[in-house]
């Protein structure tokens, strides 16, 4: 009884924050670059259930679920309407992102990193992609040294994993891949309570890849100063003429290399009387009395050549959301660890306009109906469960 009570209840904790992440979205339905964040529901190990005599283990007679935690939100990376604004300080980012599957892989800094390609089956029956095995992920999302994902040799289905990267199962419940040791040795099957929380990472573009972004030099509420991104492409110009993001924190150029100068600064000219202020490389322009609508200094004010306006890439399976439309890379906004995962940009630039934020209105309404009526259903069971644990109580073993 004691175990239906905290079943319910998962799934009601779980329905809340799903709620808090579709209502978030809402809330930034007209933010520009906004990315919608997915939230979803993972199931609790499932518990092997077996007939016992004299206190033995006999036989297994089947399984039983525990419950539901909420997985942690992941931004869709869908680009977003680009509408015309015409202007000058909107410069919306258009994604060169290959499109099709990805899957995640160790990289030699120990962590899992987005590689295009299909999986298939490599040597030893391993999951790879481009001849590389799949990285198996621990509850916080760091790669299980020495663990691997192979196709279950008992498995008669066709198809590697289910949609969310878990795996498929045929019509004898046989899933579709185990976790196994370099030698090949079986040491977990997805589902027990020897794998809980080991779950493999494959998608598509939507979540995984190199997408396109603006470096930031971040200010923290503390005075911590580092590097973020953003996809937020309405700037503002401060009081020190520094082109800024919606945050207040200075866009940061990137060098002939194709990296963030951390330091250096983008000045608006304020005595240029052009219209527009970047070209589509992201170069500065001159108005018809020569002058430039903006120059790049760095720390001291000294001029830094070939510097301007530009994107870097970074592997959106290490960006999380840090508020005000910006994101950390690597978990953090130290700016040794930010510049480690990033690499020159892709994206083409698109001045005059901007990205809209890709929530969709209609079904973020939807999912929280039907979150609303799971809960309802959760919070019956509930009730039920706690009536009947009342009868046990108060009724049963009473003698009249």
Known sequence: ?????????????????????????????????????????????????????????????????????????????????????????????????????????????????????????????????????????????????????????????????????????????????????????????????????????????????QHSFYAVAYTSADGQSGVVLTRDGHFSVNTQHELVDAAGHPILPVGSNGMPIVGARIIINPNYTGQALFASDGQAVRDAAGQLSYTVVGQKGQSVTGAKLGTVNADVTQVTPLGATEFEVGGSFATNTALSHLQPGTGTLMPGYLEGSNVNATNALVQMQQILNLYQANQQVLSTENSTLGVAAEDIGKIP
């Open 1 to 209: 009884m004691i175990r239906a009570l905290t079943t319910a209840a998962a799934g009601m904790l779980t329905e809340e924050r799903l709620q808090a992440a579709l209502a978030n979205d809402l809330a930034n339905l007209n933010t520009p670059g906004f990315k919608e964040i997915l939230g979803s529901a993972r199931e609790y190990p499932v518990e092997n259930l077996y007939q016992s005599q004299d206190g033995q283990l006999i036989q297994p007679i089947g399984q039983m679920g525990t419950g539901v935690l909420f997985q942690e939100g992941v931004p869709l990376w869908s680009e977003g309407q680009l509408s015309k604004t015409d202007r000058s300080l909107d410069v919306a980012i258009q994604d060169n992102t290959p499109p099709g599957p990805y899957a995640a892989v160790n990289s030699p800094g120990g962590q899992a990193v987005s590689v295009a390609g299909p999986v298939t089956v490599g040597p030893g029956g391993r999951l790879t992609v481009n001849q590389q095995p799949l990285a198996v992920l621990n509850a916080s999302g760091k790669p299980v040294p020495g663990w691997y994902a192979i196709k279950n040799p008992q498995y008669t289905g066709t198809s590697l994993y289910a949609a969310d990267g878990m795996p498929n199962y045929d019509a004898a419940g046989q899933p579709s891949y185990l976790f196994a040791n370099a030698q090949g040795q079986v040491l977990a099957v997805p589902g027990t309570l020897q794998a809980a929380g080991l779950a493999l990472r494959i998608g598509t573009s939507n979540d995984m890849g």
